[in-house]
């Protein structure tokens, strides 16, 4: 079992820029997809972004697609999400996730998540 803590969230204005971290312990991170998800009030969670075990494949969402970025480091244990150029519409409680194997788009996909932070995009 792996678990998540995710941190980095606030208020920030429009065309700001925030990086999101998500901490995991308890198993061999490298041995897991890591993927960034998110959910804002009144809507279904969606994915934002997935990254392969070592880094090298990365998959977005055509909303952040330009603007965000995943990177991880597994010395660290830890999956970035640097997050430029803020939209308001981007404003919703960021989730990290964690899957063995290959990265997936597909929530359902993942087994551990993290609590979430919040991101608030001011206009």
């Known amino acids: 079992q792996v678990q998540l803590v995710e941190s980095g969230g606030g208020l920030v204005q429009a065309g700001g820029s925030l990086r999101l971290s998500c901490a995991a312990s308890?198993?061999?991170?490298?041995?897991?997809?890591m993927g960034w998800f998110r959910q804002a009030p009144g809507k279904e969670r969606e994915f934002v972004a997935t990254?392969?075990?070592?880094?090298?494949?990365?998959a977005y969402a055509d909303s952040v697609k330009g603007r965000f970025t995943i990177s991880r480091d597994n010395a660290k244990n830890t999956v970035y999400l640097q997050m430029n150029s803020l939209k308001p519409e981007d404003t919703a409680v960021y989730y990290c996730?964690?899957?063995?194997?290959?990265?997936?788009?597909?929530?359902?996909?993942?087994?551990?998540w993290g609590q979430g932070t919040q991101v608030t995009v001011s206009s």
């Open positions: 996730a964690a899957r063995v194997a290959a990265p997936s788009t597909w929530d359902r996909d993942y087994g551990y």
């Open positions: 308890g198993r061999t991170f490298s041995n897991y997809a």
């Open positions: 990254i392969s075990l070592s880094g090298s494949s990365t």
